[in-house]
């Protein structure tokens, strides 16, 4: 837990007035046409590229290009990768971070999780007739149209990955469609939960394999040999 001190918080204060002035001088050299604006001021961030990144403001995660704040994307994994961000840039927390992975592989695994938190939003952009790579919500749209309902050029579809046979894309049923099957636990492990960890653990030394052993049980050691 991180616990501000009287001198970080007048340097903090410090930092942002002398920003100001900073920014007071800039846009006085700059034609009339053109302003820059104070954006806010980021104690931590984590960022992956210009396009993808995470600050923290008024202990509120404000995040860019990451999963969490895509709709392709089920909610447990926005939801745990938000959780680690905050244990990280709020609390400097590097145990409740590793434990929050743990706790959501843990259920995973046991098949302990609702079937809302893992269902994947995706536009359909185009006459389904017109798709020439099949992905799993073109499969479960043409699923739903089987139910009498016709799906157009614009409609969201949730679906999630079931147990079975065949390919990814072929065990996509959609959400309102998928009473009576069982989650496919390792996809959501493998294909959702993990690359969306690695996204962020990567940076403090940590591998899709480290994660990969994880799922497995197999790694007990924690974030701090990384930081």
Known sequence: ?????????????EIKEQAQKFLAYLNSTLPESMELEYEGFY??????SKKRYAVIEDGEIIAKGLELVRRDWAPIVKKTQEAILMAILKEGDSDKAI??????????????VDKKELIIHTQIT????????????????RKIEEHGIRVSRGTIIQY?????????SQRAVPYEYSEGYEYDKDYYINNQLIPAVERIMYSFGYTKKDLEDMAAGEVQQSLDAFF
């Not at 434990?99 to 302990?112: I, M, S």
């Not at 999630?160 to 990814?168: L, Q, T």
């Open 99 to 112: 434990k929050e992975v743990k706790k959501v592989l843990k259920r995973l695994k046991k098949g302990d």
């Open 160 to 168: 999630i990955i079931v147990k079975g046979k065949g390919s990814i």
């Open 43 to 48: 104690r931590r961030g984590f960022f992956v």
């Open 126 to 141: 185009k006459p389904l007739n017109q798709y020439k790579q099949v992905g799993p919500h073109v499969v479960a749209a």
């Open 1 to 13: 837990m991180v616990v501000e001190t009287e001198e970080q918080l007048a340097l903090e204060a």
